[in-house]
T-cell receptor
């Protein structure tokens, strides 16, 4: 089983739609959780950290369920500029090492 | 401005040659990482270093080597032993503080010709 798994995608949605991404992780000792965004042929950039209490940043909401080892990202009112690959990231077995999921590609269509 | 710089952006290598990718950060981060990304794939850890003069193998270290002689620098050498080196290489750094993210350089795209 891979350490971090995500919805395979791609997701093709119209502008204004709400889209949800799911992620599961296998290491119950993981301590920190993040969603990154990666544009084509670019480096990943932090979208948001994920906290146990859940957190929201504008149109983006992240949730963490430690008992189920599950992380989610919700994007409301999708924009064309949201088109990218979304990477789920958790700290792994090497202390603060970052383990990346394979990513889920999102295309927002006009 | 603080940040992490990788060079070169594009690199072409002949088969059988070693090549070194540069990664420099001025964020005063203790930890640095090298990842490899193949088309349509996620990031895989090559090597990481939690402190100067110490580094550990990641999941795919074979055919690669690193050094960490200075806090700011973590160069990666792709040796001729790496059978399929064509990929996008990403360097990252972070602090040891919980819940702090990794910052990435812009990446080096290596092509073997």
């Amino acid at each position: 089983r891979k350490e971090v798994e995500q919805d395979p995608g791609p997701f093709n949605v119209p502008e204004g739609a709400t889209v949800a991404f799911n992620c599961t992780y296998s290491n119950s000792a993981s301590q920190s959780f993040f969603w990154y965004r990666q544009d084509c042929r670019k480096e990943p950039k932090l979208l948001m950290s994920v906290y146990s209490s859940g957190n929201e940043d504008g149109r983006f909401t992240a949730q963490l369920n430690r008992a189920s080892q599950y992380i989610s990202l919700l994007i409301r009112d999708s924009k064309l500029s949201d088109s990218a690959t979304y990477l789920c990231v958790v700290t792994g077995n090497y202390g603060q090492n970052f383990v990346f999921g394979p990513g889920t590609r999102l295309s927002v269509l006009p | 401005d603080g940040g992490i710089t990788q060079s070169p952006k594009y690199l072409f290598r002949k088969e059988g040659q070693n090549v070194t990718l540069s990664c420099e950060q001025n964020l005063n981060h203790d930890a640095m990482y090298w990842y490899r990304q193949d088309p349509g794939q996620g990031l895989r850890l090559i090597y990481y270093s939690q402190i100067v003069n110490d580094f550990q193998k990641g999941d795919i270290a074979e055919g690669y080597s690193v050094s960490r002689e200075k806090k700011e620098s973590f160069p990666l050498t792709v040796t001729s032993a790496q059978k399929n080196p064509t990929a996008f290489y990403l360097c990252a750094s972070s602090t040891h503080t919980l819940n702090t993210e990794a910052f990435f350089g812009q990446g080096t795209r290596l092509t073997v010709v």
